[in-house]
């Protein structure tokens, strides 16, 4: 799949999660469908606690193989699972046709800030669960990485190491969390790089529709919210058009500015819907992958 984002030009990418409920489903669905005449690089969807949310990861994941055009990437965690459930889910995702894994260490279950807690038989960290992927099949596996490092770790060269460790292991390509400045995801491809490698990091871009995105954001990067994101945004919190339309314009400054810096493909969290992200990849000018 990495073929799709080493193209001449840029590309995107999106995020979905797996439908709680049908009429979550419908939206998902919805979205997916106008979101497909697009051509994005690749979708995922993301792996939750719950063994019925799992449930939906896998359907959802195994329907767009089957149903639609797009290349599906199922999002995979070692939460909770041992190696021998984890090897049933690799098995199930390679007999619907799923190539593409991103591989989650997961964060542990109730305190997400809490010590990580292992399964008896299973993994503790993602490096092994792409060691696992890789062992099984012919997969494409992706991996997490923290322009601001991963809350458990020290400093930015151990979450360095840990990202090579991922890559040594056999991934393919990375995806980061989120971040507010176009450097400080350029600080992480730049350490990437130093380390001699060219595996690919696609930034992660969440569209900053309304409040609730904004501080999911700062919840999510781990950063403090940047002066000037507050001075354009947190007088608008009353004001849901005037936020929405300003969070956008500052989302396009940045992924204007990782173009310009060479960034070939954004991966958008789009909670299941799909007009922010049509917008700013309009007004980027990004065309359809295959076009
Ligand atoms: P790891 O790479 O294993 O790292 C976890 C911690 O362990 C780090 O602090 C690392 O430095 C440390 N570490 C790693 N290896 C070692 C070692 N050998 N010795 C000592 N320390 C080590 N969560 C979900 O539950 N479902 C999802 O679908 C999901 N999707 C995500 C998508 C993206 C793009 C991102 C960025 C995150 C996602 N997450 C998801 C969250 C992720 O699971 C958490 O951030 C989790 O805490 C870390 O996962 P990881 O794969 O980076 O873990």
């Known amino acids: 799949m990495t073929e799709r984002l080493r193209t001449d030009r840029p590309v995107f990418s999106v995020e979905f999660m797996p439908p709680r ?15 497909e005449g697009l051509d994005p690089a690749f979708v995922s969807v993301t792996y939750g606690a719950g063994g019925s949310s799992r449930d939906r990861t896998i359907r959802t994941t195994g329907r767009m ?24 889910v690799i098995g199930w995702y390679a007999a619907h046709g799923i190539r593409n894994v991103l591989a989650l260490r997961g964060d542990p279950p109730g305190d997400p800030n809490g010590p990580w807690v292992s399964t008896p038989g299973g993994l ?6 792409v060691a696992l992927v890789r062992e099984l099949g012919d997969f494409c596996v992706g991996v997490a990485a923290f322009p601001y490092g991963h809350p458990g770790c020290t400093d930015l060269d151990a979450d360095t190491d840990n990202l090579m460790r991922k890559f040594a292991a056999g991934a393919d390509f990375a995806i980061a969390q989120l971040f507010f400045q176009p450097e400080d995801f350029l600080r992480l491809r730049d350490r990437v790089a130093a380390r001699g490698t060219d595996k690919i990091v696609v930034p992660g871009i969440m569209p900053l529709t309304t409040p609730k995105m904004l501080y999911k954001t700062v919840e999510l990067s781990g950063a403090p919210l940047p002066p000037h994101f507050a001075a354009r945004l947190e007088p608008l919190a009353e004001d849901a058009k005037a936020f929405r339309a300003e969070g956008i314009d500052l989302i396009t400054e940045t992924c204007q500015r990782l ?13 299941n819907q799909s007009k922010a992200t049509r917008e700013v990849v309009g007004r980027l000018g990004l065309v359809p992958t295959r076009a």
Request: aromatic residues 8%; negative net charge; hydrophobic residues 45%.
């Open 124 to 129: 503790n960290y993602a490096d092994e669960l």
């Open 259 to 271: 173009l310009a810096e060479g960034v070939n493909d954004l991966h958008f969290y789009t909670f």
């Open 65 to 88: 193989a089957t149903e639609t055009t797009l290349v599906p990437m199922a999002h995979l965690t070692a939460v909770d699972h041992t190696v021998a459930e984890l090897r049933n």
């Open 21 to 35: 409920d049908e009429a979550d489903e419908r939206r998902l669905w919805k979205a997916v469908r106008e979101l």
